[in-house]
């Protein structure tokens, strides 16, 4: 039998408990509509360093006080009339501080002057959007880990972003070099929970990724039918050709309009609690479950089916461990933060930075996973580039000479004017905070609904117990995130706190919340599982993690009561930027497909982010950015 939470340690003062009850809620409380206050029923656990934010822990990603003003504004149409107009003019206000964001700041100053007076504003507490950096200082020496975009994969980078993170000091090659971290995928493991399969249970070095025969017995152990088992063996061992006698346009055009359930169905034969493993496979890197990806999505995702198509594989073969990376400690956080640094100097202070961005000084990409921020100088009066966090943007408008952009802070309503403006925030908001789009634009930026990302960091007391049962993660198919893996092997950027297991070391969760539905438009799938996922409390998800880490690392001496020093949950209802899908997308004309569409400039008004290239990846957000910039006149 399960555990009481009482048993699980949900009553262990890991941290101090914060009621949400901060000034700019109740505010914002007073601003909307009947009916349509902020929650403030949700509590978090925070570390006691409340103002340094990478070292936050509780819920974080979009954290509680960051999303319900625009909520008021895109759910119930709340009005933020009659903003006060400060005395702040600017050459450029960039809406968002994430990758984008920051990268049109920085490729402005280059085009119209390092004197350029810049402003940005995020409705977050900290910068860096989806590139969050998680801080652990419990029980010893500093700990770090990544609370979203994760690494550089460099060898698909254009020349152009390459010479970009060089001019940041970044040595992407050296990087790679220094990288020592598999995903879990070194010492994979797979894990059936109790509630799921009727007991736990733990099989070491089998994964659902890649096609290892050695290990096929392995299946033996799973808690599934007779026939699963001997199903599931037969389809990993099989090199049998299932689309024997047809052409590679024909094998392609099968596998594009089939989901990879129903390939692993019709073409794998397995049956249906055989599919149900895979179901948390694509989680993580689509935030789309296998159901609604094609089967060349789904392969092309790194799960099995390409050994039984013969020579017709095409494109559909990859594999993670074959996948060239580059990694900082704290994921792309460090990208942000070189950023930072180089756009308002002294907020960390060291050694020379380099004189191509335009810094006096700072630290360099070599050390900048240990470097110090002085949060305070963000939003200084004195820098030509101001960074304001906490801080929504709730319209942006064309005017004669300019663009107004006004904006809602500690439940006030600022207006400032600026010559430019960056909208490097998701797509589907701009169509409420920028009215003036037309409507087909409008339409095109709504079509383009993010994915609900979760990434959940729980500092653990030592790494032992992965070590003693010989594995370094695991997938569980029966539990809300897909993977969990311990964070060691990224000893770059002066950090080498993943070198030594046997003290306290990060655990990360990875996955999304699935969707209560999954016999709907895909569309509906993605707000479904974003609606769940911002209705669970900060308990929903500790309780979910204590008992996967029970279950998983209890029988190796994993005391779940004493052995968690802290829990950050990175949720992101708006994730991953939308992908065009198989077998849900149209093929669109060039120029005609919506991220196209919703791109295109208003007057001195353009936008810069992943979704407008229709890509959840680091790079499109850089190069988006470049290409808002150069679109300014």
Known sequence: MRKTDSELGMLQAITRRDFLQSSSLAALGMMLPLGCAPSTNDTHKVSPDVGYPPSKSGLRGSHPGSFETAHALARYGARFDHPTDLDEEYDLVVVGAGISGLTAAYEYRKKFGQESRILLLDNHDDFGGHAKRNEFNQGGDLRLSWGGTMNLEYLSFS????????????NVERLSEQLDFHYGSDKPAIWFDQETFGKDVLVPGFSMYSRNLDVLSQIDHFPISTAGKEALKDFYSSDSNVFQGMDEQEVQQVLRNTSYTEFLKKFGGLPQDVIELFTKSTDGYWGVQPHSLSATEAMNAWLPGVHRLGSQAGDASGHEESEKVAMFPDGNASIARL???????????GASFGATSGAKEGVTAEHIALAAFDYNKLDSPSSPT?????????????EDDGVSVSYVRDGLTSRVRSKHCVLACYHAIIPHICPEIPEKQQEAARYQEKHPL????VLIRSG??????????????????AKAWMINGVNTAGYEGGRDVSGP????????????????????????????MLQMTFEDYEREVRTVLDGLLGPAGFNVAEDILAITVNRWPHGYSYGYLDLWDPDWEDGQAPHEIARRPIGNITMANADAAASAYTQAAIEEAFRAVDELR
Do not use: K
Request: hydrophobic share 40%; with cysteine; net charge negative.
């Open 386 to 398: 101001r960074l304001r966090l906490e801080s929504t943007v709730v319209n942006v408008a064309n």
């Open 339 to 349: 950023l930072v640094q180089a756009l308002i100097p002294g907020v960390t202070s």
């Open 505 to 532: 070391i990060p655990v990360m969760f990875w996955g999304m919340v699935e969707p209560p539905r999954r016999d709907v438009p895909i569309h509906d799938q993605i707000r479904e599982s974003r609606q769940s």
């Open 464 to 481: 032992q117990p992965f070590t003693d049962l010989g594995i370094s993660g695991a997938y569980c198919p029966g539990r809300m995130h």
């Open 159 to 170: 020349d152009p972003v390459l010479a970009f993170l060089t001019e940041l000091g970044i």
């Open 454 to 457: 979760l990434v959940t960091n």
